[in-house]
Nanobody, 121 residues
Framework: QVQLVESGGGLVQAGGSLRLSCAVS????????MGWFRQAPGKEREFVST????????RYADSVKGRFFISRDNAENTVYLQMNSLKPEDTAVYYC??????????????WGQGTQVTVSS
């Protein structure tokens, strides 16, 4: 079993920055891919970014490319999402997720509880 606990959300003005953290515990996750997803009110949950734990390979949604940066700290068992140049349309609940291997086709194996990010204009 893997537990994911997000933190770092909050209220920020457009153009500002936030860093989200996802603390991972419960088992070895070297064979997992970690991801950040978000869900805005009235919309479906969408992919933001992923990182493979072992090699650190990353992917980003086009909407956040160049503004958001995902990273992981092996020693701290934590995944981060640095969000810069935030826009009101980035407002959403952000979720940390983990999947064994690298395919998200069958959905995540584990989800965090989510953290709210609100960007004011």
């Amino acid at each position: 079993q893997v537990q994911l606990v997000e933190s770092g959300g909050g209220l920020v003005q457009a153009g500002g920055s936030l860093r989200l953290s996802c603390a991972v515990s419960g088992r070895t996750i070297s064979d997992y891919t970690m991801g950040w997803f978000r869900q805005a009110p009235g919309k479906e949950r969408e992919f933001v970014s992923t990182i493979t734990w072992r090699l650190g390979g990353t992917r980003y949604a086009d909407s956040v490319k160049g503004r958001f940066f995902i990273s992981r700290d092996n020693a701290e068992n934590t995944v981060y999402l640095q969000m810069n140049s935030l826009k009101p349309e980035d407002t959403a609940v952000y979720y940390c997720a983990a999947v064994y291997g690298s395919s998200w086709a069958r959905g995540a194996d584990y989800w965090g509880q989510g953290t709210q990010v609100t960007v004011s204009s």
